[in-house]
């Protein structure tokens, strides 16, 4: 199958996926997403496919969701019920990696910006550059993020932390509260991924399929699937509270960059609680 926004490259049983809009920082549009999930699906099919990795062409992983004003699924630019609909689709395509019956490694450099944190959230393992930036500005105006796994990964304080400010960390800091599996220097990156999904590889495919299984009904049991879908409709709610529709007004008359600045601007001077 060929594609126009992922790069899809097997070697032996490793599949890599690369997120392909490099000059949009990999933004998340609606054709990416289907894509994405139709490699994953590829990917699944292939009985020579151990292992898949998930990384980001260009200067980071991703700047999150596609939200230029106008496209669907723009802070709230839709009737409720369709900026849902939206929102399960996404959900849908992203849950796509978690469902996979193969293991998923997310090599994370650069920024990993808001819907990014949900791709990143939704793989297996994630090793990260130590200088790669993790952040949820979103939640500042735009809305929320719900598949990101932060209060799975690094507990509840610091999913707080990082939702109740939009605040970054680095990818050294997401590895010591536990956001991500490991962090390296980002010239170290590739190969530290490569080495591991190489390892995995080494296990027989039925045991893998049977030992993901088996960890994911872990946070099955814990009730992840009724978070996310709860999640999805408090989204769909911030969308029509008044500061995501003064957002969009901003973005609609002034463009999406003065939206942006307006949004940071109060953040600037404020003292950031965690540093490294």
């Not at 054709?31 to 490699?39: I, N, R, T």
């Not at 509840?156 to 990818?171: E, H, I, N, Y």
Request: charged share 25%; with cysteine.
């Amino acid at each position: 199958m060929s594609y126009q926004y992922i790069l899809y490259e097997k070697k032996d049983k490793i599949v890599r996926i690369t997120l392909n809009r490099p000059e949009v920082l990999n933004a998340l549009s609606n054709a990416l997403l289907d894509e994405l999930a139709a490699a994953l699906d590829e990917a699944e099919r292939d009985d020579g496919v151990s292992v898949v990795i998930i990384k980001g062409a260009g200067r980071g992983f991703s700047a999150g969701y596609d939200i230029e004003p106008g496209k669907p699924g723009a802070y709230g630019s839709s009737p409720v019920m369709l900026d849902m609909s939206w929102l399960e689709g996404n959900d849908k395509k992203i849950s796509r990696i978690w469902n996979l019956k193969k293991p998923v490694i997310a090599q994370v450099h650069g920024y990993c910006v808001s819907g990014g944190n949900d791709v990143m959230g939704q793989c297996d393992i994630v090793i990260a550059a130590e200088n790669a930036v993790f952040m949820h500005p979103q939640v500042r105006r735009l809305g929320l993020t719900w598949m990101h796994m932060a209060a799975y990964h690094a507990g509840l304080q610091w999913a707080k932390m990082l939702m109740f400010t939009g605040d970054p960390v680095s990818g050294k800091q997401a590895a010591q509260i536990g956001l991500v599996a490991k962090a390296v220097p980002e010239a170290k990156l590739e190969q530290e991924v490569n080495t591991l999904a190489e390892r995995i590889a080494l296990v027989p495919r039925e045991l893998l399929q049977l030992n993901k299984a088996a960890i994911n009904a872990v946070a099955e049991e814990m009730g992840l699937r009724n978070a996310l879908n709860i999640g999805i409709q408090l989204d769909t709610i911030s969308h029509t509270t008044k500061a995501v529709q003064d957002f969009r007004r901003t973005a609609e008359e002034k463009g999406l960059k003065a939206a942006l600045a307006a949004n940071e601007a109060p953040f600037k001077n404020a003292p950031k609680p965690f540093q490294e």
